[in-house]
């Protein structure tokens, strides 16, 4: 864990080492990934039986199996307690809602030349939907990525996952079933990612994969990037909490070790402004971490990654959260908002003490697939517009033509694009 | 050039081929553009002066030569006609006011639980422009990649643009200082993406690098992103021309010839339901390549890539269209928006017979910077949206949190997350 202090003289090498810190090394697996990708491309169905074997520990006899059917859904989603279906369903209702609020209005635009301009928002058609097997089966991940797709209005919502053994978690289906997926698949890997990408006899290619993956998924999705869209690749999860001493530092504590719990390549940050708070949380810390089921992961976590940051005051803090443009921001200070309107870069905020960002990861309802390892200072969270895309149109009348095409034709000369000038000049009032 | 005819059995086959057409062979470099990458880290401004030496025939000496003043702007510029600046201003003016008009709203949503949801949308704190030299310097291209970043209030906009020889276009300077770029350096290719992405001592870095480049400059992109933002890389050109036998085939011919001149790879379709209105405008773009300076390029085009597509009735044009999910989609039937409503993927159309679509490559105001190659399924334009991010944002009350919490700790308990779950558990009311 690092402790700095910008009113020490090593404060900005230090920072600069937190800001270039690379907390992933990314294995090399381009080959094997396009050589899977070739295989599906080449034999379909059958590739995907085969790989599915290879890797999954089952073997599917025929291509009906790797279809998940409404009365496996059914019958898998029956033994759930009725306390977490009702928290599955408040949860996506309120994702939902939030959602929706996102969608954006049509343009129309009457111009003063006489034409008429507009934009245009339209669905994707088919979307497919990567969901991790094993210990990151979180069915709180296929509600943040099925539910946008859904409220844009995506007609087909494929869901791909592997299933270890042939089995897959239950709440993983009942979300799918909340989320409004429409097909599920049991595969999983790069085989899934070309089927998707590329289509097999009985998986119908989609125009957009998002969701989270191990390596060979990531890179799977970079080698067929431009044939279909793809969400970004999520880095490591962080947060930065800002906190003053009038907080519980055990609070604070656990706060930043519900970033730490998810992998040792995750990172926690605290800013504060008094040195004895920071020692307080960093204890408690401590202390927290001999109480954690996931203990050993965060605790790796915290001392590789965490951070503590001693401020002279909140502008400071502002200006070094804008350069960290932490994926997750939590703001426990008097006035959340007002500090908060002086920050430009960060993914999602979490504004006031009652408000842990783990909040955001279920229930509040803006997305949870947020840009990672400062990436927020050009990049967004998952939303409804990852799932429509804009048709700008123009039309011209007579009149609206005479008005503006001179300027036209003077700019496609002048670009030497002869046939350009010629579109517009030929349908010019003066023209021969 | 490929005749089609829904109508003959051959139809589906050759549709298909049609769509598959790859136009386009990508150059292997990326192991030179990795060690100029490199290069540019390690050695900064002297590799960048190394580099200009080496590949745009000139040697600047020193650093700060590779800056253009603002002296030498005015001086490019001064003899720049009066009609063509005239020219320059009106698209500068109609682009920025379209653009403008696509500013979104901040969302603030309460909440029936007692929190409160929000979207702020934020600009990008530094865009970089790169523009190609030589035979590609396009003015407008300037105005259609600066402009959507300055209307989003993205404070330093940095050009980008090699110089052969030492040389650059005046009205390229001109459209640069029209579209509120604040910086230009003369330098290109690989070398410049890595400049602006890592930043040397004379170029600081940015957070998004946009425009159109070589294999080279594409190539470095892609290395390039995550570290950075990057648009979409832009494949060939293309329009599909919907018209009927009503149409004066000299002016589709035309039509379709201003996309054919942009490069060999460029692709020109036209959608008829009359075999000799099809037939007349085939007859008519032989007699206009005839006296194009640009005939070359644009018959290339036109054999290699060009289409006639004959359909029985308009729906079954609106349905093939959507499967081309063209960059240009020219329409020109009596009632173009009503046809226009029944697409769903399109880069950008042009209404009506008055309405070429090179009007829009200058002057109408939508961008120019388009899907191609079929991406228009999912992906759109640049736009102001590709130069903002979102930073969503929760409030909570203590009841808020009282009313949504538990559904979060079930939830993160069942996904195996304690620390994220205590961190709830422990503000609530019946918490120890």
Request: net charge negative.
């Amino acid at each position: 864990m690092m402790r700095l202090d910008t009113s020490e003289p090593g404060f900005e090498a230090g920072f600069a080492t937190l800001l270039d810190m690379a907390r992933e090394t990314t294995a090399q697996v381009d080959d094997a990934v396009a050589a899977i990708i070739a295989e599906v491309r080449a034999r379909g169905d059958e590739a995907l039986l085969a790989l599915t074997s290879r890797f999954d520990g089952w073997a599917p006899l025929q291509t009906a199996a790797l279809r998940v059917t409404a009365a496996e859904i059914e019958a898998a989603t029956a033994g759930i307690p009725a306390g977490l279906l009702a928290a599955l369903d408040l949860a996506a209702a309120r994702i939902e809602r939030f959602h929706a609020a996102q969608r954006p209005a049509d343009l129309e635009l009457p111009d003063p030349a006489g034409l008429t301009l507009g934009m245009r928002w339209t669905p994707l058609d088919a979307v497919g939907l990567y969901v991790p097997g094993g210990k990151a089966a979180y069915p709180s991940s296929v509600l943040m990525n099925a539910l946008p797709a859904r409220v844009a209005g995506v007609a087909r919502i494929a869901m791909v996952v592997p299933s270890p053994g042939g089995q897959l978690n239950p709440l993983v289906l009942a979300a799918a079933q909340r989320a409004g997926v429409t097909e599920i698949y049991r595969v999983g890997g790069a085989q899934a990612v070309a089927a998707l990408a590329h289509g097999t006899a009985s998986i119908a290619p989609v125009d957009r994969i998002v969701g989270p993956g191990n390596a060979y998924v990531a890179a799977a999705k970079r080698q067929v990037f431009g044939r279909v869209g793809i969400d970004s690749i999520a880095g490591p999860s962080e947060v930065v909490v800002v906190a003053d001493a009038s907080n519980d530092p055990r609070l604070v504590a656990v706060d930043l070790l519900a970033q730490a719990e998810h992998d040792e390549s995750a990172q926690a940050i605290l800013i504060t402004d008094d040195a004895g708070f920071a020692a307080a949380v960093a204890a408690a810390v401590e202390a927290e971490l001999a109480t954690l089921p996931r203990g050993a992961i965060a605790g790796e976590s915290w001392r590789r990654h965490g951070a503590t940051i001693l401020v002279r005051d909140w502008a400071e803090a502002q200006a070094l959260t804008n350069r960290l443009a932490p994926e997750h921001l939590q703001v426990m200070l008097p006035d959340p908002r007002g500090w908060f309107a002086g920050i430009r870069h960060a993914g999602a905020a979490f504004l006031g003490r009652w408000c842990p960002e783990a909040l955001g990861d279920y229930v509040a309802g803006p997305n949870h697939v947020l840009p990672t390892g400062r990436t927020a200072r050009f990049a967004s969270g998952l939303s409804v517009f990852d799932f429509l895309k804009r048709t700008t149109w123009v039309e011209a009348s007579e009149a609206g033509l005479a008005a503006i095409g001179p300027a036209a034709v003077a700019l496609a000369e002048a670009e030497g694009l002869q046939a350009h000038g010629r579109s517009v000049a030929l349908r010019l009032p003066a023209a021969p």
